[in-house]
């Protein structure tokens, strides 16, 4: 056997195991969605080919377009709230701004572990009527039959679960701005310092400048993340009451495994993969028109 | 020396303990809330149990098939992390040592698998399982958690072991030393550092995981810990004691994990969004 065919073979050997479960999981499928999304189908007999229908009869149900906008706000909080926030406080704990900031950190972090099940569950008792608000809420107002009326009301009931997700992923963009901070060359900071420039220059001219492409990278994770929310959602209210907070991928799960709409599930998916890709695309020209600004 | 003014240390001060207080007390009154019984808690949902009540942790436990959903956490949660990170890092050798044209299209390709969600494959993939006899097997749920783990770990791995130095290979192939002998006895042991973040953040993935198993499987004995737990939220118990105690068992030992494993963890976030 020559050099050259042992090195191939290995290649092959290394890569291939991999690769065959991933295409036949991951790629395969996505491909089978795709051409699901044109047809009606139970899930038996053969799938009957309908061309655009679904995605008109998707656009034109009320119901999406209630989960789609809840959607957007979360992509909204994530962008504006979460990472903003973890910024601030990444920057913070890197300029040693408080005392004791291994321990906030730690504390900040700390809800990414917990399993988004178990997040929601908790939020629920402290958000139900023996919960921690509605108890103070009661003896502070000495009115006992005070409740939360939020979760009745069609346009504000998600504000509580996008509040849930800042605090659950605040702390992730916090730990990913702080590593990135340290790798900062001090030097730099150390010399604009020695120049007589404010903390508040040294963050807008050199640090903010510095972390573009990171922020970027962030906010496709945010977006991507925003569009496929499911677990705490689905845990919390199921989308209820009267589909009030439910988003995109619920609206999937119920029509495909409830309703056993095959076809037209598939297609609200790819609906969520054209999303998610459209709009990283437009953050990806956005950020890049900042960075060609700061350049 | 005086860097910050008085009110932007107070509000910074403010900024980090509100984040911490909303961490800390949820997590305090759900564990307190836990030893007491549903009478006390929705009576008094603020004060510390009256005495320790243990009952909630023992029914949660037996009612809730908890046992079982917890070893088969731990099976879904061990199997599936060896074999990501095995595939993954052998994958990623490939990828960034060999030098293929192939390689570029492959990397390619699971670049693309970093931006498909679950949800866009659940549908076919639970049609898929079905039809090969896989569904509601413990087989259907490992392999899709190592497909949907492999993008993000070959990113890892491949960028980490382009980092070795190439002349350690050269040198180990005029030794006449193979390319599984240098996988093995060169680049799993240089790469450590990156494996124990692969590990770690796999494990922490598959752990939580909750959507595959939810539509996968419909067998209790094979459903993992999420699931459990879900099932306490509506028609099985209205008892918040018992919910409670599910909620701590299910939370407790990943506070643990994550206290010992703080700084692996927070590699493998930062590792994901660092530009090249």
Avoid: C
């Avoid at chain 1, 979360?74 to 005392?99: C, D, E, H, M, T």
């Avoid at chain 1, 991928?249 to 709409?261: E, P």
């Avoid at chain 2, 990156?194 to 796999?202: L, W």
Wanted: cysteine-free; charged content about 10%; aromatic content about 16%.
């Amino acid at each position: 056997m020559t050099f050259s065919r042992q090195k191939h073979l290995s290649y092959w050997a290394f890569v291939l195991p991999g690769l065959l479960v991933f295409v036949a999981i991951i790629i395969f499928p996505v491909v089978f969605s795709l051409s699901l999304s044109f047809t009606t189908w139970k899930g038996y007999g053969s799938p009957t080919f309908i061309g655009m229908e679904n995605y008109a009869k998707i656009f034109a149900d009320s119901v999406f377009l209630h989960s789609l906008r809840n959607n957007l706000l979360i992509v909204a909080i994530s962008v504006f709230g979460q990472i903003p926030l973890g910024f601030l406080l990444a920057f913070l704990l890197y300029r040693k701004v408080v005392r004791h900031g291994a321990f906030y950190q730690t504390m900040i972090f700390l809800p990414i572990t917990i399993s988004p099940v178990v997040v929601a569950l908790l939020w629920n008792q402290i958000f139900s009527s023996s919960g921690i608000i509605v108890t103070i809420v009661r003896a502070a107002t000495k009115n006992p039959q005070y409740v939360m009326e939020i979760f009745e009301d069609k346009s504000l009931a998600i504000v509580p679960i996008l509040f849930v997700l800042l605090w659950m992923h605040t702390g992730t963009y916090m730990i990913i701005y702080y590593a990135n901070l340290q790798k900062m060359t001090p030097s730099v900071l150390e010399a604009a310092q020695l120049d007589g420039a404010s903390e508040g220059q040294m963050f807008a001219h050199i640090i903010l400048p510095s972390m573009v492409g990171t922020i970027a990278t962030t906010a496709i994770f945010a977006i991507s993340g925003s569009l496929k929310a499911f677990d705490l959602i689905y845990a919390m209210t199921g989308g209820g009451p009267a589909h009030f907070t439910e988003v995109i991928a619920i609206y999937m799960y119920v029509n495909t495994f409830k309703y056993y709409k095959y076809g037209f599930g598939s297609a609200v998916s790819i609906v969520i993969v054209v999303l998610a890709v459209g709009l990283i695309l437009l953050l990806q020209y956005i950020s890049g028109k900042i960075e060609r600004k700061f350049e | 020396m005086k860097r910050y003014s008085t009110v932007g240390k107070v509000l910074s001060y403010l900024l980090m303990i509100s984040f911490t207080v909303l961490t800390v007390v949820p997590l305090v009154w759900m564990i307190l809330s836990a030893f007491k019984p549903h009478a006390e808690i929705v009576r008094h949902p603020l004060m510390p149990p009256l005495s320790w009540y243990f009952d909630n942790f023992v029914l949660a436990w037996t009612q809730g098939h908890l046992g079982i959903y917890f070893l088969n956490s731990i099976f879904y949660s061990v199997v599936a992390t060896v074999v990501t990170v095995l595939l993954a890092l052998s994958g990623g050798y490939a990828l960034s040592k060999f030098f293929y044209r192939s390689g570029k299209f492959i990397y390619m390709l699971y670049t693309l698998g970093l931006l498909i969600t679950v949800h866009s494959v659940i549908v076919p993939l639970f049609i898929m399982e079905t039809r090969l006899g896989i569904s509601n097997t413990r087989l259907g749920v490992v392999l899709p958690y190592i497909a949907f783990g492999l993008p993000f770990q070959v990113f890892l791995s491949t960028t980490y072991i382009k980092g070795i130095p190439d002349s350690i290979q050269e040198s180990a192939i005029i030794d006449g030393a193979n390319y599984f002998q240098i996988f093995w006895r060169i680049i799993i042991p240089v790469a450590t550092p990156i494996i124990s973040t692969m590990f770690i953040y796999t494990f922490l993935g598959n752990w939580n995981e909750f959507i595959l198993v939810l539509t996968l499987t419909s067998e209790l004995s094979i459903r993992s810990l999420p699931v459990g737990i879900n099932s306490f939220a509506g028609g099985m118990s209205r008892d918040y004691g018992l919910q409670f105690a599910a909620l701590v068992i299910g939370t407790v030992p990943m506070i643990i994990f994550y206290l010992i494993f703080r700084d692996k963890i927070a590699q493998g976030f930062a590792a994901g969004a660092t530009k090249e």
